[in-house]
């Protein structure tokens, strides 16, 4: 199998959406993850193509896919110490649990952002402390959120992203 199988329907699905194509969309996203299933060997491929997928499907309202496609991407980029595509997950993941009203994941996962993007390059650090500050404006006063930021207080990304991964997920909730 080509490995970049999965890159190019993750890609032809994101044209699609962008031509207003939902139906098209969806089955290039089902083509992308079929892709991934059948044994890619490039971790970064799939690390990468699961993010645009998750990204995706957040954009079109479809969050269990959304989440899952994210982590899937959270869990190969961990696994392998990607630090850079841990970063991407987090920070697409923050923004889903936001619209699925999950703001404890989504703090957990800003938090995380956060402390991996310590040893990143200003750009990207710059965009997770973004992230988490608007994060904490907009929903720092609820107890869960001041909870997981308790919970996360000195913890490693590691640990924080361990985690998010061993919670559970959107379908558990009823969405």
């Keep these: 199998m080509d490995t970049l199988f999965p890159s190019i329907h993750a890609l032809n699905a994101e044209l699609a959406l962008a031509r207003g194509d939902r139906d098209q969309a969806r089955r290039r996203s089902a083509d992308a993850i079929a892709s991934l299933d059948t044994g890619t060997q490039d971790r970064d491929v799939e690390v990468y193509t699961c993010i645009a997928l998750g990204r995706l499907y957040r954009e079109m309202g479809d969050l269990l896919p959304a989440e899952n496609c ?11 110490n990607r ?51 608007r994060f904490r404006r907009s929903w720092g006063k609820q107890a869960e959120v001041q909870a997981a930021f308790r919970e996360a ?9 361990a985690r998010l991964l061993g919670a559970p997920g959107i379908e558990d909730f009823g969405e």
């Design 70 to 80: 994210l982590r899937r991407a959270l869990a190969t980029a961990s696994e392998g």
């Design 83 to 133: 630090t850079f595509g841990v970063s991407l997950a987090l920070l697409a993941l923050g923004p889903l649990y936001e619209q699925a009203g999950r703001p404890a994941q989504a703090a957990r996962a800003y938090r995380a952002a956060d402390r991996v993007h310590v040893g990143l390059d200003a750009r990207r650090r710059e965009q997770a402390v973004t992230a988490l500050s």
């Design 153 to 161: 207080r000195g913890a490693p990304w590691t640990e924080i992203v």
